[in-house]
Nanobody, 117 residues
């Protein structure tokens, strides 16, 4: 059974930082590109950042320089360090795993991030 369990969300003031974590189980971690997506109320889910097994990263253009994705292949975890948070970063953040051999997507339950002004 595949499980992606997010943690670390919460309420923070504008300008603050949060670190999200995602623990994966039930997948072959080395075969998965891991990513964070987010969905704000009334908006479509969007890619925040992705990272391959080898550590290659991809970020949404608007978030480069503020957010950093990292991966621990020994622990089957990924993190998202979010700095200089803005109210528009308020969203539910989802952990995603995409298996490269089958293009199957797995999703976590999501964690709420709220940035107050």
């Amino acid at each position: 059974q595949v499980q992606l369990v997010e943690s670390g969300g919460g309420l923070v003031q504008a300008g603050g930082s949060l670190r999200l974590s995602c623990a994966a189980s039930g997948i072959i971690f080395s075969l998965n590109v891991m990513a964070w997506y987010r969905q704000a109320p009334g908006k479509q889910r969007e890619l925040v950042a992705a990272i391959t097994y080898g550590g290659r990263t991809n970020y949404a253009d608007s978030l480069k320089g503020r957010f950093t994705i990292s991966r621990n292949n020994a622990k089957n975890t990924i993190d998202l360090q979010m700095n200089s948070l803005k109210p528009e970063d308020t969203a539910v953040y989802y952990c995603n795993a995409r298996t490269v051999t089958t293009q199957t997507n797995y999703w976590g339950q999501g964690t709420q991030v709220t940035v107050s002004s």
